[in-house]
T-cell receptor, first 113, second 112 residues
Framework: GNSVTQMEGPVTLSEEAFLTINCTYT??????LFWYVQYPGEGLQLLLKATKADDKGSNKGFEATYRKETTSFHLEKGSVQVSDSAVYFC????????????FGTGTRLQVTL | KAGVTQTPRYLIKTRGQQVTLSCSPISGHRSVSWYQQTPGQGLQFLFEYFSETQRNKGNFPGRFSGRQFSNSRSEMNVSTLELGDSALYLC???????????FGSGTRLTVV
């Protein structure tokens, strides 16, 4: 079955540091890949997505590239801010499971001044 | 435009009771999915409805059920509540699968 593996958190960074959160996946088909962010007490917000190999999703300074050869979709940001502190979830969906999203366990990011 | 609206935001129920949660999707979105989020199990897919039909279902017992109305609004019901049903229940809607899903803020259910 499908699965998503994320790096364990929490990740603690100083403001303006470079961020990488690793995500690898296992899927039977050709999945679409997503990053969602969850702020305290809130639901999930779609951060970015990629629907085919070599696509790069980007939003609000965050980027992730769909790497089929390494089955990865790592999230990066060049300079984090305190306001980026949240939990980040990597997820996939594929045609075989229609609308079902399979999520990773989430990585908590804490950014300090 | 309005986002996905879930009501109520918080609920406290007693073991053995039943509960109904409501979700209003973004206007024009016909696909509505439900997820359960707990610290131990993370985010787990419950079911998805499209045009009033359940199109996909996760691995939850039959106590968890849902439905969708002609205006795309959806409800989920949990009967005979157990302590382990305490969780944040999230609803998401989508125009098309690969566009991604927009989530509501969730309903936090506490079973005592």
């Amino acid at each position: 079955g499908n699965s998503v593996t994320q790096m364990e958190g929490p990740v603690t960074l100083s403001e303006e540091a470079f961020l990488t959160i690793n995500c690898t996946y296992t899927a039977t088909g050709y999945p679409s890949l997503f990053w969602y962010v969850q702020y305290p007490g809130e639901g999930l917000q779609l951060l970015l997505k990629a629907t085919k190999a070599d696509d790069k999703g980007s939003n609000k300074g965050f980027e992730a590239t769909y790497r089929k050869e390494t089955t990865s979709f790592h999230l990066e940001k060049g300079s984090v801010q305190v306001s980026d502190s949240a939990v980040y979830f990597c997820a996939l969906s594929d045609l075989g499971t229609a609308s079902k999203l399979t999520f990773g366990t989430g990585t908590r990011l804490q950014v300090t001044l | 435009k309005a986002g996905v609206t879930q009501t109520p935001r918080y609920l406290i129920k007693t073991r053995g009771q039943q509960v109904t949660l409501s979700c209003s999707p973004i206007s024009g979105h016909r696909s509505v999915s439900w997820y359960q989020q707990t610290p131990g199990q993370g985010l787990q897919f419950l079911f998805e409805y499209f045009s009033e039909t359940q199109r996909n279902k996760g691995n939850f017992p039959g106590r968890f059920s849902g439905r969708q109305f002609s205006n795309s609004r959806s409800e989920m019901n949990v009967s005979t509540l157990e302590l382990g049903d305490s969780a944040l229940y999230l609803c998401a809607s989508s125009l098309r699968q690969h566009y991604g899903y927009t989530f509501g803020s969730g309903t936090r259910l506490t079973v005592v």
